[in-house]
């Protein structure tokens, strides 16, 4: 249960989750049609797909991995792992791993090249700066990840001696390896978050966002900063006192960022005409919850208070309240501010503060009881608690993952209650929160195209600038758009991946070899598939775009 609920949460929630909202919302703020390489993008979700196929295989057919979410050597080798979790792991993760690093590079590459005329790296909007930083650390980390795991798979298959505890080989250096991926990862998933929340302040306190420059030093800062904490995962792993206070150090240094943020949000907030709309809830919510698990952090990074909270529930408790406060805050937060862009209607606003409230206070109670165990000295990852004395603080905690489950249930709800009444949280304007953005210049849901003309960008906040300046939305003068075709080669490959990583797991030799030969081979043969794009007829734009002034007339007589 420790393994899946790991593995699941941050491969399989947290990153496609992130991932997803980058794809979306980055084309439409830089004024793009599409990313770079629209294949790498279909190719890259499939396999996300394909990772998660096999990890929920493992639930049915074989096993899961009894290793704990990192797969730990020499648990996790050959001796003391003998079944196929291990192998159902490793090969869900490098699947998943190729989607998600093609989409870092893919994203890099669109945010460099395809930002709108007149849009300068200081004019981005701060959620496209964190997901450049992201990207590039994805672009960084993830190859570390696929070695490792290479290195362990080796181990398994073939019996080198790389994590093994005799014949030279060193368990140390897994933990090394896969903690220099693994602590970039929780950046990954935070940044984004980050710039969620620059967002969401910035639109519903109806003025620019505090400090915007120090917001972009305080990103890259994180994200060089990211590379030189890693070791805090293991001070008691041994490699004296002198390393141990170098990251101790860098992991203090790096809260001073964070805190920057912090401060920027509140300063923004300051003076704002706020509307506590539910995006910003969640933003304020994040503030006060996220901080708290921000300085148990930094009482973690101290190596000597770190050796007596090793592996207690005061470090279930301090991840969870950076995980949940702010990945997932961020993710409500972003889904809720998004969902309108991407289809065209609000969400339920009654049920999504009931899911709030559930979620925020039940949160609170499931996870402060966990710091006081924590301190009492009560080490993760067991099944049964002996003590009778500890027994009311896990009823307090229990009680508090009920409340979640309210909340998970309500936000379900929501989204049920909202596509019944779709037609009352209709939006016909594109611009429901009086956004400040260039995602919000266009129609909602957008086109295929996103913009019919590409937009010039002349300030910071581009929309908000040309709202000022009373733009008129061009009504004729369309051209053809050049679009790339849909094509169901992501599938094939992803679906040929999973052959190839299901008979590597259950070692069917034959199969592995044909699917390997197979992959190879149709990524080969799609390569010389020219015919890949087409155009979309000025006709076609010119109705899209008459259809979207006559909304846009019909809700200003209305409003």
Request: charged share 10%; hydrophobic share 55%; proline share 5%.
């Amino acid at each position: 249960i420790f393994t899946a609920h790991g593995v699941i949460m941050i491969f399989f929630v947290a990153m496609p989750l992130v991932t997803g909202l980058m794809n979306f919302v980055v084309p439409l703020q830089i004024g793009a049609r599409d990313v770079s390489f629209p294949f790498l993008n279909n190719l890259s979700f499939w396999m996300t797909v394909g990772g998660a196929v096999i990890v929920m295989m493992s639930l049915f057919v074989g096993e899961f991995a009894r290793t704990g979410w990192l797969a730990y050597p020499p648990l996790s080798g050959i001796g003391y792992s003998p079944d196929v979790g291990v192998d159902y792991y490793i090969w869900a993760l490098q699947v998943a791993g190729v989607g998600t690093l093609l989409s870092g590079v893919n994203l890099v590459c669109t945010i460099v090249k395809m930002r709108a005329p007149g849009m300068t790296m200081m004019r981005m909007p701060i959620f496209t700066w964190t997901a450049l930083c992201t990207n590039v650390l994805i672009v960084a980390a993830f190859p570390v990840l696929t070695a490792v795991l290479a290195l362990l798979a080796l181990d398994r298959y073939v019996g080198t001696n790389f994590f093994t505890n005799d014949f030279g080989g060193n368990p140390m250096m897994y933990v090394n390896l896969i903690w220099i991926w693994g602590h970039p990862e929780v950046y990954i998933l935070i940044l984004p978050a980050f710039g969620i929340f620059s967002e969401v302040t910035s639109a519903f306190c109806g003025k620019r966002l505090f400090g915007y420059t120090s917001m972009v030093y305080a990103t890259v800062v994180i994200t060089i900063l990211s590379y030189l904490v890693w070791l805090h995962h293991f001070f008691t792993m041994g490699s004296g006192a002198s390393v141990n206070s170098f990251f101790g150090i860098t992991t203090m240094i790096i809260s001073i960022p964070t805190g920057a943020k912090i401060f920027n949000w509140l300063f923004t907030m300051y003076r704002g005409r706020i509307r506590f709309e539910l995006p910003m809830m969640w933003t304020v919510a994040f503030m006060l919850t996220f901080t708290v698990g921000g300085m148990t952090g930094v009482l973690l990074a101290v190596p000597p208070a770190d050796f007596v909270l090793h592996n207690s529930l005061f470090l279930v408790a301090h991840f969870h309240n950076v995980i949940i406060g702010g990945v997932l805050f961020g993710l409500f937060a972003g889904i809720s501010y998004w969902f309108p862009k991407a289809f065209g209607f609000r969400l339920d606003p009654f049920w999504g503060k009931m899911s709030f409230w559930f979620w925020v206070v039940g949160f609170w109670f499931a996870f402060m009881p966990l710091y006081i165990l924590g301190l009492m000295g009560v080490t993760r990852r067991l099944r049964t608690f002996e003590d009778p004395s500890l027994q009311i603080w896990f009823i307090i905690a229990a009680f508090g993952a009920f409340l979640i489950l309210l909340g998970i249930l309500s936000f379900l709800i929501q989204i049920f209650v909202s596509v019944r009444r779709r037609e009352q949280l209709r939006d016909d304007t594109g611009d429901p929160w009086d956004g400040r953005t260039l995602e919000w210049a266009t129609s909602s849901p957008p086109p295929a195209y996103n913009f019919a003309f590409t937009p010039v960008v002349h300030d910071l906040d581009a929309w908000a600038d040309m709202k000022n300046r009373g733009y008129q939305r061009p009504l004729t003068g369309f051209r053809d758009i050049h679009m790339p075709r849909n094509t169901g080669a992501g599938v094939v490959l992803a679906g040929l991946s999973v052959v190839l990583a299901m008979a590597l797991i259950w070692y069917i030799w034959w199969l592995a070899i044909v699917s390997f030969v197979a992959l190879i081979g149709y990524a080969i043969a799609h390569t010389f598939n020219y015919n890949r794009d087409f155009h979309i007829p000025s006709s076609d734009v010119t109705r899209v775009e008459d259809e979207r002034t006559r909304l846009l007339a019909a809700t200003s007589q209305a409003g």
